[in-house]
């Protein structure tokens, strides 16, 4: 069987949406996603090894902090961006500042300090309510950003541009504003829904607008939000309409309900198409954010919880089952999951319980081979229907060697 005639994909049913190029990635994951109020800052240790699975993960970019914050901050930076250059990381760097002097000044002096460039993140707020509850004027953001970014291109970084809570702007003033930067020298521009507030389509209209105001030849990145959970749908919308490149930070850690989750969107590039690179250690990366920054993966999360690619459920486990009997991985893979498990390094897992049939106790029971006679099949599968909650391995065993003894028994008896 040809496997493309067996999923008919609705997705491009009605023309390929997808962008005709692919785009970039950036991760946030140690600066936005370090700014969320529930986790912790870690060593610099595993900040480092975080850096080098994001290699390993071909993504392109990494925020590596906020050197003006503080003197923990600028270390951390300066440790980070000294690994890229001493060990040659395929990998850009940038770092995020105020629209202020003071701000960039920490990243001049690093790049100076290991020797490589670092694109300062210039960002300021831009919204009419942001201006209103900070006091601001619209000729104080300009001049704030003539100065920013005239300061940090004559002192030879790369300056990206950022607007924050740019989904809630006036057009009229982000035309002013980008326009301004771009002729002060900044090379690229990011658009920021910085409170969740973008739905798909008002993203891909302001990634659109921007472009009618930067022109062809300037870089535009898309820095979402997951306040009302259109963060994937968003960055896609994003990509389409012609973004450079997107943001995300692991287990969509971040500001409030988080950022764009990076390993959902990488996942989501993979299976468009857009994205080339292997990205079988995902579950690896996940875990050490999560150890590091004192997140748990939820069981249910997609792709990396526990349960993403376990079933017990009798229809859904008789199908996978029936895939493998026909030695077809590919199937197996597919016929109950939309993401294969595979591309994560992952596979697909049977389990027992209340909802399961004799099918995948049968499975379950020659997977480890335990027998799978129907006097065992049916003690198992009795006690996962007594049950309110799936069976641990140990349980299932325990009947196992049961029976065994039973059957021993019984030929003791008979002899």
């Not at 875990?287 to 993403?308: K, M």
């Not at 027998?371 to 065992?376: A, K, T």
């Amino acid at each position: 069987m040809d496997e493309q005639t067996l999923i008919y994909d609705w997705n491009v049913a009605e023309g390929d949406w997808r962008p005709t190029s692919k785009p970039h990635v950036a991760d946030e994951t140690l600066r936005d996603g370090l700014q969320s109020p529930s986790v912790i800052d870690p060593p610099i240790e595993q900040k480092l090894k975080i850096l080098h699975l994001m290699v390993e993960l071909g993504i392109h970019c990494a925020d590596i902090g906020l050197p003006g914050a503080s003197a923990r901050q600028y270390n951390d930076v300066r440790a980070l961006a000294k690994e890229v250059v001493d060990q040659r990381l395929p990998i850009d760097l940038y770092v995020a500042c105020r629209t202020l002097r003071s701000d960039i000044e920490p990243a001049v002096r690093i790049s100076q300090e290991v020797g490589r460039p670092i694109e300062v993140a210039a960002f300021l707020g831009s919204s009419p309510i942001r201006q209103y509850a900070e006091g601001w004027t619209l000729d104080q953001l300009l001049k704030l950003t003539e100065e920013a970014v005239s300061f940090a291109v004559k002192e030879g970084l790369p300056v990206m541009y950022v607007t924050e809570d740019t989904t809630r702007a006036q057009p009229e003033h982000l035309r002013k504003l980008y326009s301004l930067a771009v002729e002060c020298g900044a090379y690229r521009v990011c658009i920021s829904d910085t409170v969740g507030h973008a739905t798909p389509e008002g993203a891909a209209a302001l990634v659109r607008f921007v472009r009618s105001v930067v022109g062809p030849d300037i870089k535009i990145d898309w820095h979402g939000h997951r306040d009302r959970g259109l963060d994937i749908a968003n960055t896609l919308a994003a990509y389409v309409a012609g973004a450079d490149r997107a943001h995300g930070a692991a287990l969509g850690i971040g500001e409030r309900c988080g950022n764009t989750p990076i390993e959902l969107l990488l996942v989501n590039m993979k299976l468009l198409g857009l994205y080339d690179h292997d990205i079988s250690k995902l579950p690896e990366y996940a875990r050490l954010v999560s150890e590091a920054v004192g997140v748990a993966i939820p069981p249910n999360y997609p792709v990396l919880g526990a349960d993403a690619f376990r079933t017990a459920t009798g229809v859904h486990a008789a199908a996978v089952v029936k895939a493998q009997h026909k030695g077809d991985a590919w199937l197996a893979d597919r016929v109950y999951s939309g993401v294969p498990a595979s591309m994560v390094g992952r596979h697909q897992d049977i389990e027992i319980g209340p909802m399961s049939g004799a099918s995948n106790v049968r499975f379950w029971l020659q997977q480890r081979q335990l027998g799978d006679s129907d006097e065992l099949v049916n003690a198992v599968l009795a006690a996962a229907k007594r049950s309110n909650r799936l069976l641990t391995s140990a349980e299932i065993l325990e009947i196992a060697q049961q029976h065994s003894a039973t059957q021993q028994h019984s030929a003791t008896t008979s002899a």
